[in-house]
């Protein structure tokens, strides 16, 4: 079957195109993130379907917002034998008091928190988020030097923190790449699929036939990780993005 891939922008909305062998256009809004598609007729111009998009924003802009409302983890607590995540594993949390520098320990089936007498729960999600971002950038840096040879790009710098809406951006101007700190509670494979994502962005900067077979090059099981990685939550955040 023959099909087309576009990108249309509308303001703060990316919607991507397919076009294909059908007779009716299909807009979707896919959890956790909000991702839009269309699926449209093969034989239809891109801008009759861009006049269906903008009909169409009040409705997507809601089911976005409806999205980012409800895809979440509940609050922590951080108290002992909690549940948190880490490279898609689920481990129960081990509060430590003492008297000592605060560190964070990964044991088969916990992660210990090794805090001071009577550390509040911010102080402890701070020691946990600063772990989860060490361990992701341990993960990541080497990971993207066999990439950026591997894909034939520079990167210029990697920086990560927590993000409410989105795993993972490409600065295409300053070859910037951040990254969620919440990836680092996912499978390595997810990972690595965002990874690639970003940096194909390098290659081409829109999500089109040639981006698609860039992911098809480097990484052919994407759709796979992609549907993967969009079915699972982002965690609890209370801060701003």
């Known amino acids: 079957m023959n099909t087309k891939h576009n990108t249309i922008e509308l303001g703060d909305i990316c919607l991507n195109v397919t076009q294909k062998n059908i007779k009716n256009l299909h807009l979707s809004v ?8 269309i699926s449209a007729p093969l034989k239809m111009d891109l801008e009759t379907i861009r006049l269906f998009s903008i009909s169409k924003l009040g409705w997507v802009r809601k089911q976005q917002t409806k999205l980012k409302n409800q895809r979440r983890e509940a609050p922590r607590e951080y108290v002992t034998r909690e549940s948190h995540y ?11 008091e003492q008297n000592a520098t605060p560190k964070v320990v990964l ?3 916990t ?6 007498p009577g550390a509040t729960k911010d102080q402890k999600e701070t020691l946990l988020q600063m772990w989860y971002r060490n361990q992701l950038r341990e993960i990541v840096l080497p990971y993207i ?5 591997k894909m034939n790009v520079k990167v210029s710098e990697v920086s990560f ?7 993972g951006t490409c600065n295409i101007k300053t070859k910037r790449i951040l990254l969620n700190t919440e990836l680092a509670k996912k499978p390595i494979e997810s990972i690595e699929y965002v990874l690639i994502h970003e ?4 290659l081409e900067r829109k999500h089109n036939e040639t981006f698609i077979a860039y992911l098809d090059k480097f990484i052919p099981k994407w759709k796979h990780l992609r549907d993967e990685l969009n079915r699972s939550v982002l965690g609890h955040v209370e801060w701003s993005y």
């Open 30 to 37: 896919h959890p956790p993130l909000g991702r839009v598609t």
């Open 86 to 96: 880490y490279l898609g594993q689920r481990y129960l949390l081990k509060i430590v």
């Open 107 to 109: 044991k088969h089936d």
């Open 111 to 116: 992660i210990e928190l090794y805090v001071r």
């Open 145 to 149: 030097m066999k990439l950026e040879e």
């Open 161 to 167: 923190r927590i993000m409410k809406t989105r795993w």
């Open 199 to 202: 940096l194909t962005h390098l």
